[in-house]
């Protein structure tokens, strides 16, 4: 199965931290560096799957 343009949500985190916006004794910061935006990606899954059952 192929899902092109999938929104998984680990790849929804930011890490890069900005130290501007961090607080400090005396005041400061500045505003957010960049608005949220949606990052997309492709999703590829395979597998297969047996099942047997016996009744008696």
């Known amino acids: 199965m ?3 343009n999938v929104v998984r949500p680990g790849n929804q985190f930011d ?6 916006q961090l ?6 910061g500045s505003p ?11 999703f590829w899954a395979q597998g ?3 099942g047997l059952e016996y009744a008696w």
């Open 15 to 20: 890490l890069v931290v900005d130290e501007t």
């Open 32 to 42: 957010a560096s960049e608005p949220f935006a949606f990052r997309s990606t492709d």
């Open 48 to 50: 297969i799957s047996f």
């Open 2 to 4: 192929y899902w092109s």
């Open 23 to 28: 607080p400090v004794a005396g005041g400061g």
